[in-house]
């Protein structure tokens, strides 16, 4: 048996005669970080919108604990683009909104909060509506809130794309944090290759449309990782290079 | 002086600005009363109001017949607020609902309320109800437009990530949907309020006894142009109230 948390076997999506992912297969390890990069318009929305089941495959199946995925009974969640921050919550109500539509229990509710919070720096603003906030702390509350809940699975859609460079650097430490502290199974889709590498165990490469996977990249660089070391540079160039289509 | 004082001070001349305002318009008003008969100076509008306070007209004191009025437009605006914010999260929700009413309501929407009055004397007489159905037909068409509005144009980000953090159909709707169209549904029955009044003068006209309207009728009917001028200065004053009111309760429930 598979040691995989994730399973995806010939994941296959098309729209009428277009043909967008063609065949994917790949597993996600328990507590992995895996980031999919690949060129602009490739179809990782597509891919994302599959694995969260918003939409449903033309062939293929995704499995969560050898079983197929269902959001009803599996738990699942999701960081998007935009902010998804409820703007009528405040902060502190934000990152408990799924906990409490899951009934956990209070005490747990409040340990995550905690918890959450403080690896996130958002205490000093828990009382706070998001309009009150800056854009990098609503992200940081919409990261919260998903990983309160322990995902078994998180998906992520470039979630800092809206930030600029600092705000960046220290949301990609924040998520690391999580990320160990919560041991949720992570898929990170990104176009920046930087980021990508700052982040993942393994790094998923996508070709041009009709997708299918150019390689499987796997970073094994210590954390936290020097973005300005040769190693470093040396996979960003090479992941760059089997992206380019120039 | 420092920089705060310096804005400070204008900031206290432009809270003067709406009595200003207040006193430009009685100025205006009273130049214009001088120059013709048609129409009684603000003082002479003020000794009949303050008169009319003790005094019965058309048999009741002028505090009766405020309180006429209110209690129609409030009954209505009341029965406004739960169908429209039924209705409006229906049109929004379901796609089918919408499809299938949503016609229906267009149809009848720029129906304006006064031109349902034989009607509605037809179907429910010429009593208290009569009066609410006008006024009502005048309030829940803001609050059904703007909470369809706003219940249609949540953002989806917001119901995408509800449905995956675990809510059900019930908690999108009390804990996503409802919240979300609130700023706007408050809108909706901001306008209603004005609305009511604008309608309550015309549902007066169906045989009432009191109620502003009413002395607005009786008034024109003797030419008592003072009086006139009394009722229409409450109308404003009274919903001028009421939408402060509004205001401070929006801030209070929809502090986001």
Redesign the interface.
Known sequence: MSDAKVQVRQLTKGFGELLVLDNLTFDVRPGEFLCVVGPTGCGKTTLLNLL?S?WTPTQGEICIDGRAMD?KTQN???V?Q?S?A????TVEQNVQ??MK??RFPPELIAQRTREVMGLLDLESVKEK???EISASAEQRV?IG??FA?HPDFLLMDEPYAQLDIKFRLHLEDAILALNRSTGSTCLFVTHNIEEAVYLAQRCIVLSNKPTSIKAVRTIDLPYPRDTCSPEFIAIKDEITEMIKWW | MNGFSERAAPRRLLRLLPLLSLLAFLSVWHLAALCTDLLATPLDTAKALAGMLFFPTSKVTLLHHVWASLCRVLAAYALAIAAGVLLGVLFGWSRRFHDYCYPIFELLRPIPPIAWIPLIIMWLGIGEPSKIAVCFIGSVVPILVNTYFGVSRL?P??L?????????QR?LLT??IL??A?PSILTGMKVALSSGWVCVIAAEMIAARKGLGYLIIRSMESGDMVHILVAMILIGSVNFLFSWLFSKLEGVV???
């Not at chain 2, 995408?160 to 059900?168: F, R």
């Open positions: 969260s918003w959001p699942l969640s999701f998007f935009e998804s409820f703007p009528w919550l909104f799924g539509e899951k509506y998001c309009h919409v809130r998903s809940l | 953002d980000t917001y995408k990530s509800a449905k995956i953090l675990g809510a059900g908690a804990h996503v919240p979300g609130l929809c502090p986001w």
